[in-house]
């Protein structure tokens, strides 16, 4: 089964993202995480398949939480997303697989879920 993980410390945004997510990919399992740390600890417990990660976050911002993950040898996807249009070629340089401002849409979580998750193995 496909692990997504959310790592978003807005409840609205990250219930939001969970539903969108759910309907893009409703054979996933999707964990939700409310700050960097607390989604690095369910990469090392359980591993995933892609992050969607808020940037601005308590304990662990999104960049850290992305290079905490590839210190640990992971190479999955890596989304964040950010109101701040400050920060993107910030995040570019920071290696991030892709970058969209929020507030998104269904429709652009879909597309992100379609482009990002990786195809389940058919064994």
């Known amino acids: 089964m496909q692990h997504i993980i ?6 609205d945004v990250r219930e939001f993202l969970t539903r969108a997510i ?10 939700a995480a409310t700050d960097g ?8 417990e359980r591993g995933c398949d892609l992050i969607i ?5 308590p ?9 905490a993950v590839r210190e640990h040898g992971y190479t999955f996807p890596f ?12 995040l570019q340089d920071a290696g991030v697989s892709a970058f969209f401002y929020k507030p998104l849409s269904m429709r652009q ?3 992100i879920v379609e482009a990002w998750l ?6």
């Open 53 to 57: 990660s808020d940037q601005r976050m």
């Open 79 to 90: 989304i964040i997303i950010s109101a701040d249009v400050t920060v993107e070629q910030m």
């Open 37 to 44: 740390s607390e989604a690095l600890a369910i990469v090392l």
């Open 6 to 11: 959310i790592a978003e410390d807005e409840d």
């Open 118 to 123: 990786p195809p389940q193995n058919a064994f």
């Open 22 to 31: 759910q309907r893009a990919a409703p054979a996933a399992k999707i964990s």
């Open 109 to 111: 979580i879909r597309e």
């Open 59 to 67: 304990y662990m911002t999104g960049v850290e939480l992305l290079n």
